[in-house]
Structure formats: structure tokens, C-alpha cells
Nanobody, 114 residues
Framework: QVQLVESGGGLVQAGGSLRLSCAAS????????MGWYRQAPGKERELVAV???????NYADSVKGRFTISRDMAKKAVYLQMNRLKPEDTAVYYC????????WGQGTQVTVSS
């Protein structure tokens, strides 16, 4: 059984930083893309950042220059360094891993106070 375990969320003041981590466990192979999505109250889930097995990255325009995604393929882990956080970054952040299948973490709350 595959599990994605996220950590690192919390409450931070605007302008602060947080680092999210996600580690995959279980029988997961042939990882193509790892990434982070978020969902704010009353809004649809949206892409934040993704990174391919080859290291290519893609970011939402709203986080470019502030967030950095990285991964450790040996550990089957993906990270999101979030700097200069804004109140509009407040959301539940979900880890996602794509192989031929699609896996989601349980989500971690990020709250940015003004």
C-alpha cells in the first residue's frame, strides 16, 4: 500500500517561510512527476509546483520567485520551500506523485496571518 506522508505545515506571519516535506512509502515505482497542489476554502484545488524525474520544474505564476520545489528520488521525497509567504497562500497543501497511477497525500494546513 502506497502512502504519502506530508509534514511542515503550520501558522506563520506574512513574509515568513515554511518548508513542506512529503515522503512516499510502500510499493511505488517509476515515478514520473512529484508535486504540490493546494486548496483554499471555497476554491478548487490548484497546482503550486511540480518537478519531473528529469528535474524539470513548473510553478504557478502566483508563487514564482517565492517557492522552490526539490526532490530526492532515492528517498522518494519531494519538498517545497516557501518564502515571502502571503495571506493568500493560506490553504491545505497536498503532495502528489504520478507514476502510471496518481497518488495524493492527506494534506497539510498552511496558514499565513497578515
Amino acid at each position: 500500500q502506497v502512502q504519502l506522508v506530508e509534514s511542515g505545515g503550520g501558522l506563520v506571519q506574512a513574509g515568513g517561510s515554511l518548508r513542506l516535506s512529503c515522503a512516499a512509502s510502500g510499493s511505488i515505482f517509476n515515478i514520473n512527476v512529484m508535486g504540490w497542489y493546494r486548496q483554499a476554502p471555497g476554491k478548487e484545488r490548484e497546482l503550486v509546483a511540480v518537478i519531473s524525474s528529469g528535474g524539470y520544474t513548473n510553478y504557478a505564476d502566483s508563487v514564482k520567485g517565492r517557492f522552490t520545489i526539490s526532490r530526492d528520488m532515492a528517498k522518494k521525497a519531494v519538498y517545497l520551500q516557501m518564502n515571502r509567504l502571503k495571506p493568500e497562500d493560506t490553504a491545505v497543501y497536498y503532495c502528489n506523485v504520478k507514476t502510471p497511477q496518481n497518488y495524493w497525500g492527506q494534506g497539510t494546513q498552511v496558514t499565513v496571518s497578515s
